[in-house]
Nanobody
């Protein structure tokens, strides 16, 4: 089992920045990929950013150029640096850890609220 603890959410004004952290209970080398997702009120959960085991990254079009996903292997932690925040970024942000084949599985954090005021 993988446990994930997210932190760093909060209330920020539009144009501001936040950094989310996701600390894993296991080595993140065991992850096939780790990602950040979000769910805004009344909307479906969507992928925000993902980092693959080899280090490549991908982003939702809506956050490209503003958000950066990174990892610290020594701390078993993945980060999401969010800059130039917009009110439409308001959501609960979740971290996901996907284990490698053949024991493929997804583990989720509890979520952290990000609220961007206009």
């Amino acid at each position: 089992q993988v446990q994930l603890v997210e932190s760093g959410g909060g209330l920020v004004q539009a144009g501001g920045s936040l950094r989310l952290s996701c600390a894993a209970s296991v080595s993140i080398f065991s992850a096939n990929d780790m990602g950040w997702y979000r769910r805004a009120p009344g909307k479906q959960r969507e992928l925000v950013a993902v980092i693959i085991s080899g280090g490549s990254t991908d982003y939702a079009d809506s956050v490209k150029g503003r958000f950066t996903i990174s990892r610290d292997n020594a701390k078993n932690t993945v980060y999401l640096q969010m800059n130039s925040l917009k009110p439409e970024d308001t959501a609960v942000y979740y971290c996901k850890f996907t284990t490698k084949w053949p024991n493929r599985g997804d583990f989720w954090g509890q979520g952290t609220q990000v609220t961007v005021s206009s």
